[in-house]
């Protein structure tokens, strides 16, 4: 059976957000066994699994990709939405996407120190959407 959803994130800003439980919340009862796909349908925010226990971590993230990828980088010609327009996508990039996570007697199956990351790389707040497929 295939159920599939939206789940909206809030607006939460910049940064690295730690938002599991938000996504559990949304989503509901899990099947016994399966596979949650989760999609976010955003160009300049990503979606990513890591560390869910030292916020550190999340502040972490923030400094080294804004070291890898700052911006008015020298030359780069797409910022109509100003100086984060090119580097949030950049970065979202790396992230990456999607996620594909086990479901495993009716929970998430991730690790001792698993969680989901939401990504936001853009300078201004706004609500993002992602789209929650479960396969059980």
């Known amino acids: 059976m295939i159920k599939q959803q939206s789940i909206i994130l809030p607006p939460l800003g910049r940064g690295f957000h730690l938002v599991t439980d938000n996504i559990m919340q949304q989503l509901g009862p899990l099947p016994n066994c ?5 999609f976010i349908q955003h160009t300049s925010a990503g979606i990513c699994i890591n560390e869910n226990a030292d ?7 923030e400094i080294i990709f804004n070291q890898l990828v700052p911006e ?25 996407h999607e996620l594909t996570i086990p479901i495993t007697n009716h929970q998430l199956n ?27």
């Not at 008015?72 to 990456?96: C, F, Q, V, W």
């Open 72 to 96: 008015n980088i020298k030359g780069i010609r797409h910022t109509y939405e100003g100086p984060d327009d090119m580097p949030a996508h950049i970065k979202s990039t790396l992230t990456g």
């Open 110 to 136: 991730l690790g001792t120190w698993q969680g989901i990351y939401y990504c936001e790389f853009r300078n201004h707040r706004s609500s993002r959407h992602l789209i929650a497929t479960i396969y059980s």
């Open 34 to 38: 399966g596979l949650l796909h989760l």
């Open 55 to 61: 916020p550190t971590v999340l502040h972490d993230f």
